[in-house]
């Protein structure tokens, strides 16, 4: 099972990542077949080890939360062995990114060298900003917010 909160790259939900998973872990637990998977923006040791030991949870009050395992996508497409193109590369490795109470800025203008925009799929999806970006944007905020009608087919 995936979770991956507000501030994951790529698609992500709109939710914060903690709160839903404080609220549900007993029930997911309760079930032997499910490997729970966390993706966040993690990328480093630091950031992740919390999440492994399940220490995260203790700043909330509760037990720990351990995740069995975790969502790297974005850190491992800048690697030198993937086939990204590496202008995409370059311009993920300069997004300077922010602190996770600064994530929802995302929504309205660029943080951190990212915008989120809605995919081909309708979901929220973080890109890093470039001019296409804020056309995609541009366009979410005005011609597609409009509502869908037969008759323009």
Do not use: C
Request: glycine letters at 10%; a negative charge.
């Amino acid at each position: 099972m995936q979770w991956t909160g507000g501030r994951a790259g790529g698609h992500h939900s709109f939710e914060d990542f903690h709160q839903p998973i404080i609220a549900t872990y007993s029930s997911i637990r309760r079930h032997d077949n499910i490997v729970l998977v966390a993706g966040s923006g993690f990328g480093g040791s630091d950031d992740t080890w919390p999440y492994l030991t399940g220490d995260w949870s203790k700043e909330f009050g509760v037990e720990p939360m351990p995740f069995d395992g975790f969502l790297f996508a974005p850190r491992v497409m800048v690697a030198k062995e993937v086939h990204t193109s590496p202008s995409v590369k370059d311009l993920m490795v300069v997004a300077a990114s922010v602190d996770d109470s600064q994530w929802e800025g995302t929504y309205v203008k660029d943080t951190g060298g990212v915008i989120t925009v809605h995919s081909e799929l309708g979901e929220p999806i973080h890109k890093v900003n470039n001019h296409a970006l804020m056309l995609w944007k541009e366009y979410d905020d005005s011609v597609l917010k409009l509502p869908f009608s037969a008759s323009y087919v």
